[in-house]
């Protein structure tokens, strides 16, 4: 109790003297101000409302710095109370004293994680199959399915045909040309023909072309549209925007899209979907299946999994099975029933049994006389009264075997294909057919059958209730469906790499909706208060607002299964891009505007003018192929303001790099005065060849979270900059650089022969001096680990079958070393902000670069690379990096930047079959050790080696892998990738759970990848005439814990005025899981919380929420739970690992 009261005496007395330093501060700078101008308070006019404004703003950023310091006092204290109580604290600093896993609070949580043995682990299903492929008769893949005839005369065989129709937003054709095609007919003839008859049903899932084509029909339609959902034969599956890619997509897109598509459908149709239907994406991860069970979906189905895994669980009788994330448990929470469909396709002959040759001649619509045909040979009859026995038997026989793969006698039958029922005549020979089947089976009780079409929630209705009646439980499965194969060693490891422009353009776009997103309700929520409610008139809200839909729905549109993939023809890949391209422009334009209300002192001198915006972004991007070009700034005496936007929860201290037209510039906080550490470097328009017209100045900003701080940038005297220094290094001729404003050196005595190395105060690198490329780590601990980066190049096999924008079949010699005739030209930079080493390949540019500053930027090392492979045939670039960490056969990747899942390199797969997607992280570690790499876009990933990783960088193929595209992949582009590579120490081995281990980034790995995938984002005023008066926007008080992300903040349409935003805003929150084993020295600047509830006002401070309702994670009202005693309180639950969603007004 003493030391209780000693605590609240001292946090109040620092308190008491903060407030009174401040007054005392405030009465000094007015004094000082007074005698200065030897004016009278009486005297003051304009001059004293000018003043009194600097002085509260003077005193905002005292109060600011107040509060900071209040914060650090209060962890501090925290922490030590914590100690004393063992462990009662609630929020947590990263400090040294937790050097132990067990002493880290917050870590116990994420430990609970990792309890729990039970059901299928998928690794371990990989360890035990045999990967022999024998021929298994008509089921080619899979294995002669017997039955006696009498299992079904107690429980009858229970049919649902499901008639759906697979439409790609994009593939062969583009999007709006699908539609004008095939879409726009398809669902005008489902109106009419399930009008026809109240037995028919049909399931949609891509909410794209029904929104569209809702846009295009007319009331009376809808009307039809309503009834029809109402009863129940139309459904909508999934609902989302797409069916989304689970291999590269990012999951803030694949929720942005659900969360489109399940808005779109709550507004115009007022449904809610139940069960998931993603038939065609090539493999499946359990982040989606997180994602579909937070938005309320109960069931799901998948169908492209690798065939041994169909055969094991066909075999085993687990086909239909309780999904279980990883780091789930034993409790349920997370789990959903998944369907998995047994056979090679989703299209008609693969999907009523076994046998393709026999479900073939189920297809009416390959009769006779069509366009197309069975390839078996053996063609559809019309049925009549004459065969219908015959055919009705054939079928029932395909239907019995295909049950006994099934735990129930509730059986799926899918009737559908790729853009089926675009003619009234398939509708007709397909229903009508059908329907003499099943009356057929319905006069002919002996048979045990009852078939009829269903939807898919009739079907996993019927089965919950003939599981239930048998009480039957599934088994539970953990663990993902990568990576796919469809036949023989036919791996689809390919499109993980596919198109890396496109990759990376895909993640810019992610990165400036969620930015855009969080500005754009910050400011709304701030003009409301100041209005009393309203909106600024001049304000283009709405316009905006509808930019904001329009990128969501853009950047919902890639993650189509062959958008973010890279496997579209190439004029529909430029659609996209087009798509992509356009709305960064637009979503350019909310940010700026809206950071313009937001800084300017006085609001009323706010005017939109969208012809002249105020601010300009600091980067140009001219065409949807193109790369950013940075815009050079002209500098003068008069201060230039740059604002910089921080779209992280975090405070940062990012090193930001503008161009300018002088080598001597200096860099101060607008507000302070402050001058910031910054050095001037060139740039170089040739290797050799330095600009003498344009600089590159950095210099280190420090952002508070979600703030819009100004810097001014000023021209300074002549050699006053820190400048950066180069030294050349080039096997055989000396180049001749040209290099005007800066000092330039060659090695000298044993510089020249020994390793290049860079350090900071918390890293030391070595490089080689022929090839500038990484091969040793030194960390500020001692902790030495070899890690040396190579390049290399796979080809592809001689034979018939080839890699393609799907498949990855490299030939028999495996990787071969990057060569080339002349060795490159290595420049060495340093510098006070930073110092790198940049190699200059034939192929590609590769820099590897340290920053000194103080915070968790100066831990890892930055490394890009610009590559071009335009010049090459049936070739795909490799970076590797060998260590020598002894990870053994195990390395983890993550599954959509959610979660890392454990991988495990066999030696009976082909090479191929052991590349992994990798959508932002993947690591090697051993007891004492972790080596990780983070990256800013989606790739392939390998560990073929122990202590090696390798990421593919781009593919350049001359011919199609015979999955349908018909091309192959040769629109290359200059195409840029960034990484961060961390090196940290490992304090005790990892936990084995079920055969494998669930794994974590660490908290600094976290924090680095949340910077590398959310830069801060640069903006210019312009130069010249008199500006109005600025001031930076300091949304929150401090950083939020650590482990807990903002993942959006995302207004939301109104439901009375359509296309507009309202007052309502999805808050949404992820807290992560991280790893116990690393305690980085010295410690993070941040805290956690040990505690699974949060209060949301302390989290926010000051931000003030007028009501706070959780939801699913897609808003869809009737997900909202009722506002308790705890919500009002602001008091919550945010569980490791959880996504949280919220609909709050911000106050």
Not at 52 to 72: C, F, K, T
Not at 278 to 289: I, K, L, Q, R, W
Request: aromatic share 10%; proline share 5%.
């Amino acid at each position: 109790m003493k030391r209780s009261r000693v605590l609240a005496v001292l946090v109040g007395g620092v308190f008491c003297l903060a407030v009174m330093s401040l007054y005392r501060m405030l009465e000094l700078m007015q004094g000082a101000e007074l005698q200065n101008t030897g004016e009278t308070p009486d005297g003051l006019v304009d001059s004293d409302l000018s003043r009194l404004h600097q002085m509260i703003d003077r005193l905002e950023h005292l109060l600011s710095y107040n509060n900071r310091l209040v914060s650090e006092l209060r962890d501090a204290l925290l922490n030590h109370k914590a100690s004393w109580e063992k462990g009662r604290g609630a929020n947590v600093s990263s400090d040294s004293s937790h050097s132990r896993a067990d002493a880290l609070p917050g870590c116990r949580l994420a430990e609970k994680m990792k309890d729990g043995t039970d059901g299928v682990q998928l690794l371990d299903v990989y360890d035990l199959l045999p990967f022999d492929n024998p021929d298994g008769g008509a089921w080619k893949q899979g294995f002669e399915v017997r039955y006696q005839g009498n299992e079904w005369d107690e429980q009858p065989l229970e049919v649902f045909l499901v008639p759906h129709s697979h439409n790609d937003p994009g593939w062969l054709k583009t999007f709006d040309s699908y539609y004008q095609d095939q879409t726009k007919h398809i669902l005008n003839n489902m109106l009419i023909k399930l009008t026809e008859d109240s037995r028919r049903k049909m399931i949609w899932a891509e909410i794209s072309y029904f929104s569209k084509w809702w846009n295009d029909i007319d009331e009376q339609k809808r009307e039809m549209v309503k009834r029809l959902l109402k009863a129940g034969q139309l459904e909508l599956v999934t609902g989302g925007w797409v069916m989304a890619d689970e291999a590269n997509s990012h999951y803030f897109a694949l929720l942005d899209q659900l969360i489109e598509g399940h808005q779109w459908i709550q507004r115009h149709l007022g449904v809610k979907p139940s069960s998931g239907w993603a038939v065609d994406p090539f493999g499946h991860s359990p982040s989606m299946t997180y994602l579909l069970k937070g938005a309320g979906l109960q069931n799901m189905l998948i169908q492209r999994t690798h065939y041994a895994i169909k055969k094991h669980f066909a075999q085993q009788q687990t086909l239909e099975f309780q999904w279980r994330q990883s780091w789930g448990g034993l409790l349920p929470r997370s789990d959903i029933m998944c369907h998995m469909m047994p056979f090679y396709s989703y299209d008609i002959p693969h999907t009523c049994g076994p046998n393709p040759a026999v479900c073939c001649q189920f297809d009416f619509y390959r009769l006779p006389g069509g366009r197309v045909f069975c390839p078996w040979r053996i063609p559809p009859q019309p049925i009549t009264e004459q065969n219908v026995q015959e055919r009705a038997l054939l079928l029932l026989d395909q239907y019995r075997q295909k049950s006994r793969l099934f735990r129930s006698s509730v059986l799926l039958v899918p009737l559908g294909d790729d853009f089926r029922f675009v003619e009234s005549s398939e509708w007709d020979a397909q229903f009508s057919n059908y329907q003499k089947l099943f009356d057929y089976f319905d006069q002919h009780p002996e048979l045990h059958v009852k078939a009829r079409f269903g939807t898919l929630s009739d079907y996993f209705a019927a089965l919950h209730r003939r599981l239930k009646a048998a009480q039957t439980t599934l088994p539970t499965v953990r663990g993902d469906f990568f990576t796919y194969a469809d036949r023989d060693d036919h791996y689809w490891s390919g499109y993980f790499t596919s198109r890396p422009f496109y990759k990376r353009l895909d993640r810019m776009l992610e990165a400036t909706l969620r930015a855009t997103e969080i500005l754009f309700s910050l400011t709304l929520a701030e003009m409301r208060f100041r209005g009393d409610g309203r909106l600024v008139a001049d304000f283009p809200a709405r316009e905006h607002f509808q930019h904001l839909t329009a990128g969501r729905r853009s950047l919902a549109l890639f993650q189509h299964h062959d958008a973010v993939t890279g496997t579209a023809r190439d004029p529909v890949v430029v659609d996209y891009g087009t798509r992509l391209f356009h709305s960064i422009l637009n979503l350019r334009q909310v940010l700026q505007n809206s950071a313009h209300w937001l800084l300017l002192l006085d609001k009323s001198q706010y005017h939109h003018d969208q012809s002249k915006p105020f601010l300009q972004m600091d980067d140009v991007i001219s065409a949807q192929d193109a790369l950013p070009q940075k815009t050079s700034l002209t500098l003068s005496d008069e201060p230039r303001s740059l604002i910089i936007f921080n779209p992280t929860e975090q405070l940062r201290t990012p090193v930001i790099s503008v161009i300018v037209d002088s080598p001597d510039a200096r860099v101060a906080d607008a507000h302070t005065g402050r001058p910031m550490a910054a050095q001037i470097s060139a740039v170089w328009a040739e290797p050799t060849q330095a600009s003498t017209e344009t600089f590159q100045l950095d210099f280190v900003a420090e952002l508070p979270p979600l703030s819009l701080v100004v810097y001014h940038v000023t021209k300074d005297s002549d050699g006053s900059a820190h400048r950066a220094r180069y030294t050349f290094h080039h096997r055989g001729n000396t180049p001749t650089v040209q290099s005007k404003h800066f000092q330039v050196s060659r090695p000298q005595g044993h510089e020249a022969d020994g390793p290049l190395s860079l350090s900071n105060k918390h890293v030391q690198i070595w490089s080689s001096p022929e090839t500038g490329l990484l091969q040793k780590l030194r960390l500020q601990s001692g902790l030495v680990r070899q890690v040396q980066v190579q390049f290399l190049w796979y080809g592809t096999r001689a034979n018939r079958d080839k890699s393609g924008a799907y498949l990855f079949l490299p030939g028999e010699e495996g990787a071969q070393p990057y060569s080339s005739s002349e060795p490159p030209l290595v420049r060495v930079s340093r510098g006070p902000v930073f110092s790198d080493i940049t190699s200059c390949f034939r192929h590609f540019t590769h820099r590897v670069r340290l920053y000194h500053v103080d915070g968790h930027a100066g831990r890892s090392l930055e490394i890009s690379n610009m590559v071009d492979i335009r010049s090459e045939v049936n070739r795909e670039l490799v970076m590797r990096f060998v260590s020598d960490v002894a990870n053994g056969n195990r390395f983890y990747s993550d599954l959509n930047s959610f979660q890392m899942q454990q991988r495990r390199t066999l030696s009976k797969l082909p090479l191929q079959a052991n590349f992994y997607p990798m959508s932002s992280a993947s690591f090697l570690q051993d007891s004492t050790s972790r080596v990780s790499l983070l990256s800013a876009q989606s790739q392939a990933v390998a560990s073929l080696r122990p202590g090696e990783l390798e990421v593919v960088l781009d593919r350049r193929l001359q011919q199609d892998d015979n999955r349908g595209l018909g091309q192959g992949v040769t629109d290359n582009k200059l195409t840029a990738s960034l990484y961060q590579l961390l090196l940290e120490d490992r304090r005790g081995g990892a936990q084995e759970v079920g055969g494998a281990s669930v794994e974590h980034l660490s908290l600094l790995a976290h924090l680095t990848s949340l910077s590398l995938c959310h830069p801060p984002i640069t903006m210019v005023a312009p130069s010249g005439g008199r500006l109005p008066k600025l001031r930076p926007f300091l949304p929150l008080r401090s950083s939020l814990p650590c482990d807990v992300h903002l993942l959006n903040l995302r207004t939301l349409e109104d439901a009375q005025e359509a296309e507009s935003p309202s007052q309502e805003v999805a808050l949404l929150l992820h807290r992560k899981g991280f790893d116990c084993s690393s305690a980085p020295e010295p410690p993070l600047q941040c805290t956690w919380s040990a505690h699974e509830e949060v209060n949301l006002d302390d989290l926010f401070s000051p931000l003030r929420f007028r009501s706070v309702r959780r939801s699913g994670l897609t808003l869809l009202r009737e997900d909202d739970e009722p506002e308790s005693a705890q919500q009002q309180q602001r008091i919550t639950r945010l569980r490791p690992m959880e996504i949280s969603a919220f609909r709050v007004e911000i106050e």
